[in-house]
Every structure is written in C-alpha cells, then in structure tokens.
C-alpha cells in the first residue's frame, strides 16, 4: 500500500551567496524527498550537497527494490535508512580526501519516506523537518548544533546565535543520524528546508503561511519569497509534501 502523495519544491541561491550549496530531491513516485546544505569552501559544500543526494537516492532505491515481495517491518526501515546514511558518509569522506579542494566538506541532510501507514524522519545536523497537522506546525527534528558552555558571548549580527554544528555527513569517518517513524493521517502536510528559511522566517510566520487558501507550489514560492524579504542571507529551498488523501 502506498500514500497518494502532491509535492513541490523550489530551491534560491538568495540575495547574498554567488551559488546555490543546497540540493534536493522530490520524487513521490518512489515516495521519497531528501535536502542537502553544503558546507566547505571553494565550492566543495555544493559538491557534498550534490553528491550526498545521488548517492543516498540511488543506495535508499536499490533497497527497496531488493525488497518489494516483503513488507518491511519497522525495524527493517529504519536500519535500512541508518545504512544509508552510515554508506552516504562514507562515499562523502572518501571523496573528500581525493582533492585538496575538496578536503573538509560536508553537508547537512534530512530525508522523508512513507511506506504502509507511516512517515519516516531522519536527519544529520540543521536542515529541518515540520509537520502541519490540524492547523498546528510542529517541527519533528532538532538541529544537531551545540550551544552551551560557550566561552564568550557573540556579538550581534556575528551568525553564532544558534551555535555550533556538531553533525553532518562527510566531515568525520563516522556519523549517527536520527531517525524517527510516525503515523500518517491525510492532508499531513510536511515541510523539508534548509536553514536558509528556518534561521530567519519564525515558526510562526512558517505556519501563517502554510494556512494559506494557496496551492502547494505557492505556497513553497511565498516561503522562499519571504525569506528574500528578510534578506535572504543564504540559499533557500523548500519542499512541501501533502497527503492527498490516504492510503491507496
């Protein structure tokens, strides 16, 4: 059995970045949506971002089709997603040691599937994931970011208010993802983004305009276009994803 399932996505390089180190992937077919934040210079963060969503989408598919005649269980779903991120983390690192340009990349990532009656959520360092529900957002991960026991107080406007990331893949020869399965009812809508969104449009602005009587796509567009209105300091990409309307 499997979700009817609408989604859209957009992705901006912002007013401020010359490129776009943020990727993704909408494929309600295969019932899967990924998004990538690259980090590391001379645009090796665009390469880690790009590289951890072939190769997480490629890794993720092959299983499933090694287990079509099965259904799997719980257990089976969320080892499945942690080998996938333990095999992403371990291309990524590799191919961060074949350049000089490269060295020290990474990027964060979140990904959303469904199969039979339920949603699953993982991700590795601050891109998001959000749930509307009756009319009420509620962000289902929590940024892998550390922020107590500093050791001075930042300046206003120095960028360090949310503190410092501690996970993302490609950037140690290890990394644990969280992982999380929830219940799915229709007209769930979920949100993937980067913190290109998150960091300067509040949760309640998010949510304001999710209530929007807009469809899918202009309401991704008006997410992104607010974003820009508060400066659009970094790239920007959003994907909405609705339950239609239940299982198949």
């Known amino acids: 059995m499997s979700f009817r399932l609408q989604a ?11 490129n776009n180190e943020d990727a993704w992937l909408s494929s309600p077919e295969d019932q899967l949506f990924l998004l990538a934040d690259g980090l ?7 390469v880690a971002a790009r590289e951890a969503i072939e190769f997480f989408n490629n890794t993720f598919c092959e299983w499933k089709r090694e287990n079509l005649e099965t259904p799997p269980s719980e257990n089976a779903i969320v080892l499945a ?7 992403t983390n371990d291309y990524l690192f590799n191919l961060s040691c074949t350049h000089d ?4 990349m990474g990027t ?3 990904a959303l599937t469904f199969y039979d009656q339920m949603a699953a959520i993982s991700h590795v360092g601050d891109s998001r994931i959000y749930r509307l529900r009756s ?3 509620e962000q289902l991960t929590r940024d892998h970011c550390w922020t107590k026991g500093l050791l ?3 300046p ?12 993302a893949l490609g950037t140690m020869p290890k990394v644990e993802p969280t992982v999380r399965l929830l219940t799915v009812q229709p007209k769930d809508l979920f949100l993937l983004c980067s913190d290109g969104l998150s960091d300067i449009v509040s949760h309640a602005e998010i949510e304001a305009i999710l209530h929007q009587p807009l469809t899918i796509g202009e309401r991704v567009r008006m997410l992104v276009s607010t974003a820009k209105n508060c400066g659009g300091g970094d790239n920007i990409t959003v994907i909405l994803v609705e339950v239609v309307n239940g299982i198949n």
């Open 40 to 46: 590391g210079g001379h645009q090796a963060g665009e």
């Open 108 to 110: 964060t990532f979140c």
């Open 101 to 104: 340009l490269l060295r020290g």
């Open 152 to 154: 001075f107080s930042p």
């Open 156 to 167: 206003a406007g120095f960028g360090f208010s949310k503190g410092v990331l501690t996970r």
């Open 81 to 87: 997603l942690r080998t996938c991120y333990e095999k």
């Open 8 to 18: 859209h996505g957009v992705s901006d390089v912002g007013l401020v970045r010359t």
């Open 135 to 137: 009319a009420v957002l």
